[in-house]
């Protein structure tokens, strides 16, 4: 596991030496930033209206703002998974420095896991922002960790599961702007899915609405860790990972 | 150290490698030879293990390609065609992280960059990045990232290629200062480089092995016999082109004298020897005193440039075994 370390060291290098890490930061930053914004604005508005009402329904800071927010970035993830994953392999692929790997006494496995551990530090790196956001409501409200914690676990565990799809498909190209556009694809429908099940009752409409990644993180949003939705998101995670280790063997035999 | 045999590579509709065999001895510096497209660069990724042979075997230092691939790796050093670096790592870094790769760890580690970045004259580039870097140092760069773990074997896939001709020479010489310590296979399309740098050459073409043998009796296969060409003129303008032929078959150690074309008053022969035998001083004094004129009398030896093209060439593809067989019996 040494070398995957070192790989992923170098990965995190390439992501943080060019502009593509503080790109995405930034970006990420503002996004989340708006988003907690507004729910921040709204929750202040609708806890005014009921007093001056006179109504005491119960606030709840874990309720109306993190759960939203939580959900919120699970959606936007969608969107920066593909940025960060199509460079992965289809960059190596390009430069001929697969070569290099491939030729170093390293098992297929170790330069697999430590590209991905690296794409898992970068999304790491992005929820930290959202961290920074959600300590405020720590300074100045009262909220309860354990379900944003939980809430956290799983975003982590849909960017892996997220990621692993990414890596796998950028191993198919030496294009990144395919790897990345065909992830982003697959991310979006993975997304959509879940819609089906508001009209359709039928078995394949469940099925279809079982594989949305974004239907399994609503327990954890909402502070709930049900092992149903933890092994989807590792079942994902292991199927992402092994076919990109069979594809990587297939660009050997067929090159 | 490096033994091949019937080593084949099929793709879905060619035949890349067709089951080639050699071998190379340890400490050898040996010269892959062959157009583009003969299946140089796919062989050295077979032996490299980048890509499995579809049928044949290869090992490199005892161990085989396909049973025992990281045993193999840790023993070679690639340089491939072009040199697989990281543009946005710093020289330094870079050979770091592919020294990490290979094994090597803390002062060793910087011993080896240190050691590579001088044995290639890249020590003044350390710090830049290899994005920033001419072709040559890049090319430099990547010999240094194949020899950074002291490998046993050395393959090199066209070294010298895009280089200008200084760079081409000091490579060279970097390759040959290699020598002692690994044993080197060098892909090339250009034969001046390994007549200079290699003492032992396998030639390949559409995937065949044509030739594998010591530069030296590669030549001298070729040369053996030697052959020289005589352009001989007559004083007043006339020659007997029949007398003149006649004269110069009975020089001693003549094998051969073929008429190459004659006009007013000059002819050029090609005149063969028999094997060892050196004639064109005795050419030459024949001439004279048959109150000749000697034009010009020049060694038509082949350079190993020839041989490589009567080899590989397409119309004496189908014949390149008697076409060496033919020059072996003159």
Known sequence: MRNAWIICRKELGSYFVSPVAYLLLTMFGVIFGFFFWNALGYFVIEGMQMQMRGQTFPMNVNEQIIRPLLSNVSVVGLFFIPMITMRLFAEEKRTGTIELLATSPVRDLEIILGKWTAAMVLYSCLLLFTALNFGFLFKYGNPDWK????????????????LAIGTFISTLTRNQIIAGAATFGVCLLLWVLGWVSGYETATWARVLAYMSVITHFESFGRGVLDSKDAVFYLTVIFLGLFFTA?????LRWRS | MIKVQALTKKYARTVAVDQISFEVAKGQIVGFLGPNGAGKTTTMRMLTCFLPPSAGTATVAGFDVLEQPLEVKRRIGYLPETPPIYPEMETAEYLKFVGKLKGLSGTDLQKRVDYACDRCAVADVKKKLLGKLSKGYRQRVGLAQAIIHNPDVLILDEPTAGLDPKQINETRDLIKGLAGDHTIILSTHILPEVEQTCEQVIIINKGKLVATDSVRN?????RGAESV?????????????????????????VSRVLSKGKDNGRAVFEVESQKGRFVRGDL??????????????RPAAMSLEEIFLQLTGSEASAGTEQAVGKREQQ
């Open chain 2, 229 to 253: 060409l005589v352009e001989i003129a007559g004083r007043n303008g006339n020659l007997e082109a029949g007398i003149v032929q006649h004269k110069l078959e009975q020089v001693a150690g």
């Open chain 2, 218 to 222: 590669l030549q001298a296969r070729a």
């Open chain 2, 284 to 297: 030459a004094r024949v001439v004279v005193e048959c109150g000749w004129d000697l034009n010009e009398l």
């Open chain 1, 147 to 162: 379900p944003l914690a939980v809430g956290y676990l799983g975003l982590l565990l849909q960017a892996g599961a997220l």
């Open chain 1, 246 to 250: 069979r594809s990587m063997e297939s």
